[in-house]
């Protein structure tokens, strides 16, 4: 948005007066641009996932605001690789875990290969907490 600014700001200051429906219909151009982009920039929140002792902790950085969700072990639903094709048409995969409310959270994005390792750490993780879990209640 800084950008556009200060294009704005320059097509308007160093252009001389004889073209301001070219200078208007550029910056408007612009301003559009941007929001295009910074609306799917600020579509999914960042996500930061620890696990403790009684669960889950998940927080949801989104621009404006954060979400703090709490889960159980238990609550979890599914964990999955998803496979989808960008724009491009090339493959493009998420680390997905479904939550019992039927949330889903999406951990990872990108290759196969950072998807699938994030993928195997969570469940890595996620089967040596429910083991000390079980020994503990043993």
Known sequence: MIAV????????????????VLNSALATGLLAIASIIGSYAFSKPGVNL????DG????????????????HYTQI?????????DSEG????TTRITMAD???IDLAEGSRDNC??????????????LK???AEHD
Request: aromatic share 10%; charged share 20%; hydrophobic share 40%.
């Open 116 to 129: 699938g390792a994030v993928l195997a750490q969570f469940s890595t993780a996620l089967n040596n907490h």
């Open 56 to 71: 889950i902790h998940l927080s949801l950085r989104y621009p404006l605001k954060t979400e703090r969700l709490h889960y």
């Open 102 to 104: 039927d949330r889903d």
């Open 50 to 53: 620890s696990m403790k002792t």
């Open 77 to 85: 639903k599914a964990m999955r690789l998803v496979e989808s094709k």
């Open 5 to 20: 600014l200060l294009a704005f700001t320059w097509l308007f200051l160093t252009q001389g007066p004889l073209e301001p």
């Open 132 to 134: 000390a879990t079980e």
């Open 90 to 93: 090339d493959p493009h995969f």
